[in-house]
Protein backbone atom coordinates (compact mmCIF):
# COMPACT_ATOMS: atom_id res chain seq x y z
CA UNK A 1 0.00 0.00 0.00
CA UNK A 2 1.36 3.36 -0.77
CA UNK A 3 0.94 6.44 1.53
CA UNK A 4 1.68 9.99 0.78
CA UNK A 5 1.76 12.28 3.69
CA UNK A 6 1.36 15.92 3.11
CA UNK A 7 2.74 18.22 5.94
CA UNK A 8 3.84 22.03 6.43
CA UNK A 9 0.55 23.68 6.12
CA UNK A 10 -0.59 26.07 8.68
CA UNK A 11 -1.02 30.31 8.46
CA UNK A 12 0.80 32.54 7.24
CA UNK A 13 0.45 35.95 6.03
CA UNK A 14 0.96 36.96 2.43
CA UNK A 15 4.08 37.87 1.49
CA UNK A 16 5.47 35.36 4.03
CA UNK A 17 7.13 31.60 2.96
CA UNK A 18 5.53 28.32 3.65
CA UNK A 19 7.41 25.02 2.58
CA UNK A 20 5.02 21.99 2.03
CA UNK A 21 6.38 17.96 2.38
CA UNK A 22 5.09 15.05 1.14
CA UNK A 23 6.79 12.05 1.64
CA UNK A 24 6.14 8.65 0.39
CA UNK A 25 6.34 4.77 1.59
CA UNK A 26 5.10 1.75 0.70
CA UNK A 27 6.40 -1.91 0.47
CA UNK A 28 6.68 -1.85 -3.86
CA UNK A 29 6.90 2.06 -4.59
CA UNK A 30 9.71 3.04 -5.68
CA UNK A 31 9.17 6.73 -5.39
CA UNK A 32 12.29 7.51 -7.78
CA UNK A 33 10.12 6.00 -11.13
CA UNK A 34 7.46 8.16 -10.06
CA UNK A 35 6.41 12.31 -11.45
CA UNK A 36 4.79 13.61 -8.56
CA UNK A 37 2.57 16.34 -8.71
CA UNK A 38 0.81 18.94 -5.95
CA UNK A 39 -2.95 20.20 -6.54
CA UNK A 40 -5.39 22.34 -4.40
CA UNK A 41 -8.66 22.71 -3.72
CA UNK A 42 -11.36 25.07 -1.89
CA UNK A 43 -15.08 24.27 -1.44
CA UNK A 44 -16.88 23.86 -3.95
CA UNK A 45 -14.52 24.22 -6.89
CA UNK A 46 -12.18 21.40 -8.78
CA UNK A 47 -9.09 20.11 -7.70
CA UNK A 48 -6.66 22.57 -9.30
CA UNK A 49 -2.77 21.59 -11.12
CA UNK A 50 -0.09 23.55 -8.62
CA UNK A 51 3.08 22.36 -9.96
CA UNK A 52 4.29 18.63 -11.09
CA UNK A 53 8.03 17.18 -11.21
CA UNK A 54 9.62 14.71 -13.27
CA UNK A 55 11.03 11.56 -11.55
CA UNK A 56 14.67 12.76 -11.82
CA UNK A 57 13.59 16.40 -11.13
CA UNK A 58 15.12 17.29 -14.12
CA UNK A 59 11.84 18.77 -15.60
CA UNK A 60 8.85 21.20 -13.88
CA UNK A 61 6.39 22.54 -14.47
CA UNK A 62 3.87 25.08 -12.72
CA UNK A 63 0.69 26.93 -13.18
CA UNK A 64 0.58 30.06 -14.13
CA UNK A 65 -1.36 31.67 -11.05
CA UNK A 66 2.16 30.41 -9.07
CA UNK A 67 4.96 30.58 -11.67
CA UNK A 68 8.00 32.40 -10.23
CA UNK A 69 6.15 32.31 -6.82
CA UNK A 70 6.07 28.40 -6.03
CA UNK A 71 8.96 26.19 -6.47
CA UNK A 72 8.59 22.16 -6.41
CA UNK A 73 11.86 19.89 -5.89
CA UNK A 74 12.33 16.33 -4.55
CA UNK A 75 14.85 14.64 -2.88
CA UNK A 76 14.76 10.95 -4.01
CA UNK A 77 17.12 9.65 -1.53
CA UNK A 78 14.47 10.67 1.16
CA UNK A 79 11.20 9.67 -0.94
CA UNK A 80 9.95 13.06 -0.38
CA UNK A 81 8.71 15.86 -2.54
CA UNK A 82 8.58 19.25 -1.40
CA UNK A 83 6.66 22.91 -2.63
CA UNK A 84 8.43 25.90 -1.74
CA UNK A 85 5.59 28.84 -1.59
CA UNK A 86 7.17 32.14 -1.56
CA UNK A 87 5.17 35.51 -1.58
CA UNK A 88 1.82 33.56 -0.77
CA UNK A 89 -0.93 35.17 -1.77
CA UNK A 90 -4.55 34.88 0.17
CA UNK A 91 -6.23 33.63 -3.19
CA UNK A 92 -3.60 30.84 -2.32
CA UNK A 93 -5.69 29.66 0.50
CA UNK A 94 -6.90 26.25 0.04
CA UNK A 95 -5.91 21.87 1.01
CA UNK A 96 -3.02 21.05 -0.68
CA UNK A 97 -2.57 17.52 -2.12
CA UNK A 98 0.41 15.37 -3.46
CA UNK A 99 -0.13 13.07 -6.25
CA UNK A 100 2.04 10.26 -7.63
CA UNK A 101 2.05 9.39 -10.75
CA UNK A 102 2.38 11.83 -13.95
CA UNK A 103 3.47 15.11 -14.55
CA UNK A 104 0.14 16.12 -16.38
CA UNK A 105 -2.29 18.91 -15.28
CA UNK A 106 -5.21 16.77 -14.74
CA UNK A 107 -5.46 15.16 -11.37
CA UNK A 108 -7.67 12.15 -13.45
CA UNK A 109 -3.97 10.52 -14.61
CA UNK A 110 -2.40 10.59 -10.95
CA UNK A 111 -2.59 7.34 -9.01
CA UNK A 112 -1.62 7.90 -5.75
CA UNK A 113 -2.73 10.43 -3.68
CA UNK A 114 -2.22 12.16 0.07
CA UNK A 115 -4.66 13.22 2.90
CA UNK A 116 -3.91 16.99 2.14
CA UNK A 117 -2.67 19.73 4.27
CA UNK A 118 -4.58 23.25 4.73
CA UNK A 119 -2.90 26.19 3.69
CA UNK A 120 -4.27 29.34 5.21
CA UNK A 121 -2.85 32.49 3.77
CA UNK A 122 -3.74 35.61 5.90
CA UNK A 123 -3.85 39.19 4.18
Known amino acids: QVQLVESGGGLVQAGGSLRLSCAASGRFFTFSTYPMGWFRQTPGKEREFVAA????????DYADSVKGRFTISRDNTKNTVYLQMNTPKPEDTAVYYC??????????????WGQGTQVTVSS
Open 99 to 112: AAGSMTTSPLNYVY
Open 53 to 60: ISHTGGST
